[in-house]
């Protein structure tokens, strides 16, 4: 039989050995006669019971899917594509079951999207009297390591809204202020958090307004933040990549395939508690402004003092390679890696995941341009909240950037199979 020959469905998604993920371009699946979104989720299924921890071979393979089943969401260790769309929702239905629907929906849509398929029916068809399940901007592209990963923020267990109040996790409160914060609230939290990440940025984009098209009457976007050049890998045998002050950024993070690291630092274990977070995590978002302006003005040599490090090769100060381990009383005491650095912290550790933004202008002949800053730990009060309050009162990069926008949300664990749905755990 020649590939013409071949049935609709095959040509489209050739046979395949299990678990593996071809990466297949993006179609709207007319002929699949009868799918709807339930049933698009055990077409994108596949294997369950993968762990999501791809390493530094994945930077070589931009085009591929990444899968959506296992037991962490992806898009936490999973290797950080360059491009973001993240946005957060209020929920505007006050109905338990709708909003239960809404996020069987979207589970249904995301496994769909990440594994590379148009949402439902496709974007073209199969009823010309309606508008297609799918908006169609993404048809012909691949899948591009898409990873959208779902967060629940402290408003949605507000008493007398979904019943959830008495499953709050402790570790979910709202961020303290901290000195120097200018918190826009029309860049701040939310009910519901959705991170995008992917190679192409259409492909993020296309992503979270299929979500938020599925939400209509039921969630909408509150803010938004499209992000590029990841400035933190999880992939550190990948070159580091840099942020908007020129250094490179995510020397000492915590790698995808320290699982010891992961588990330590960044899964919510089970005694910790709830239950239904076990294996998930929590986010922190911040959108930090870069003035970028003046750093641009600034010496280099006081540029490499306020970070501690070397801007050519990102070596500690004192040292000649950029992963030799830091001698932090070399460094000010005021420089950024320094007060970050675990041994300030109690040991404290963070997986950072923060891409560069630019936002057009301020009005004032300035780029709107900073840091999008994601760090996903296993208690933020063991985490963000103590390393940001150092940071917050003595950082000498304080006179160089501005925290504009913050959230708090708690990731619930992954999806395990096609039967299963983003935050199943919690509102059984
Ligand atoms: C615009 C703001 C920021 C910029 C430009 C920035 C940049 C950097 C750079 C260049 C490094 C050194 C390379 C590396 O190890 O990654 C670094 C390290 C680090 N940063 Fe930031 N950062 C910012 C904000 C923050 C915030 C808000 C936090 C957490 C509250 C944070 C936590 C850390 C940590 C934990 C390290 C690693 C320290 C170590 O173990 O050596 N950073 N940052």
């Known amino acids: 039989m020649t590939p013409e020959q071949a049935p609709e469905q095959e040509r489209r998604e050739p046979a ?20 709807g979104l339930a049933l698009g989720a055990v077409a994108a299924g596949g294997t369950a019971t993968a762990l999501h921890n791809d390493s530094a071979d994945a930077a070589s393979d931009a085009g591929r899917a990444v899968p959506f089943h296992g037991a962490h969401q992806a898009g936490i260790a999973t290797a950080v594509p360059d491009r973001l769309h993240f946005a957060a929702f209020d929920v505007t239905t006050e109905d338990r079951a709708e909003l239960i629907q809404l996020l069987k929906d979207w589970t249904a849509a995301a496994a769909r999207m990440t594994a590379g398929h148009a949402v439902g029916e496709g974007a073209f068809g199969p009823i010309p009297e309606s508008p297609p399940d799918d908006t169609g ?36 409160v709202d961020l303290p202020s901290f000195p120097g914060d200018k918190l826009e609230k029309a860049r701040s939290g939310g009910d519901l958090c959705v991170q995008a990440c992917a190679d192409d940025p259409q492909v993020a984009v296309h992503a979270i307004r299929n979500l938020a098209r599925i939400g209509f009457g039921k969630a909408a976007i509150r803010w938004s933040q499209l992000g590029f050049g990841k400035t933190s890998s999880t992939t550190p045998d990948a070159q580091t990549p840099r942020n908007m002050f020129g250094f490179k950024d995510g020397t000492r993070n915590i790698s995808g395939t320290d699982t010891k690291a992961l588990d330590e630092h960044v899964w919510v274990a089970e005694k910790d508690g709830p239950q239904w977070l076990a294996g998930g995590s929590y986010l922190v978002a911040r959108r930090i402004r870069m003035h970028i302006e003046t750093w641009d003005r600034t010496s280099l040599k006081e540029q490499e003092d306020i970070f501690g490090r070397d801007k050519r090769k990102g ?71 103590p390393i940001q309050r150092k940071l917050a009162r003595n950082d000498a990069l304080n006179e160089y950037i501005q925290h504009v926008g913050s959230a708090v949300f708690a990731i619930p664990p992954g999806v395990r199979d096609e039967d299963d749905w983003w935050g199943r755990e919690l509102f059984s």
Do not use: C
């Open 137 to 172: 901007e993404a048809a012909g592209l691949k899948p591009s390591r898409l990873t959208l990963t779902i967060g629940f923020g402290p408003s949605l267990f507000d008493k007398d809204r979904f019943g959830l109040h008495e499953q709050q996790p402790e570790a979910l």
């Open 315 to 385: 070596a500690p100060v004192g040292k000649a390679k950029e992963h030799d381990e830091p001698f932090l009383k070399a460094m000010l005491p005021t420089s950024h890696v320094r007060l970050a650095h675990p041994d300030s912290n109690n040991g404290a550790r963070i997986l950072r995941r923060g891409y560069s933004f630019t936002d057009g202008t301020d009005g004032l002949g300035r780029l709107d341009a900073g840091l999008f800053f994601l760090a996903y730990q296993r208690d933020v009060r063991r985490g963000f909240i």
């Open 16 to 35: 395949r050995a299990a678990g593996e993920r071809p990466a297949v371009a993006r179609r709207s699946l007319l002929g699949w006669g009868g799918a």
